[in-house]
Nanobody
Framework: QVQLVESGGGLVQPGGSLRLSCAAS????????MEWYRQAPGKQRELVASITDSGITNYVDSAKGRFTISRDNAKNTVYLQMNSLKPEDTAVYYCKAVVYVRGTRSAQDYWGQGTQVTVSS
């Protein structure tokens, strides 16, 4: 019913920047929160940043001052601008959307397929 497609990952040197995008499509009535998670090898998936439909943002401490989450509600798209990247930012990044599907009365979580971010010299 709802699909999330991420893009923008890749290999970048320490101190570099990347911009991730995640576009939602399908039977969407509205989207509440949109979030970015990451999972490094051997580690649990962690919430990196979130943004509500009204634009309220929240970040994990390690991302504050370096990452910026934003969204385009008209395009059902969320972005993650990542600056001053460090090797410890290396992970698979996933987006999640809390979606009110057309014809239903409850919100459901949908996940993207993930995009690899590698920070290395």
């Amino acid at each position: 019913q709802v699909q999330l497609v991420e893009s923008g990952g890749g290999l970048v040197q320490p101190g570099g920047s990347l911009r991730l995008s995640c576009a939602a499509s399908g039977s969407i009535f509205s989207i509440h929160a949109m979030e970015w998670y990451r999972q490094a090898p051997g580690k649990q998936r962690e919430l990196v940043a979130s943004i509500t439909d009204s634009g309220i943002t929240n970040y994990v401490d390690s991302a504050k001052g370096r990452f910026t989450i934003s969204r385009d509600n008209a395009k059902n798209t969320v972005y993650l601008q990542m600056n001053s990247l460090k090797p410890e930012d290396t992970a698979v990044y996933y987006c999640k959307a809390v979606v009110y599907v057309r014809g239903t009365r409850s919100a459901q979580d949908y996940w993207g397929q993930g995009t690899q971010v590698t920070v290395s010299s």
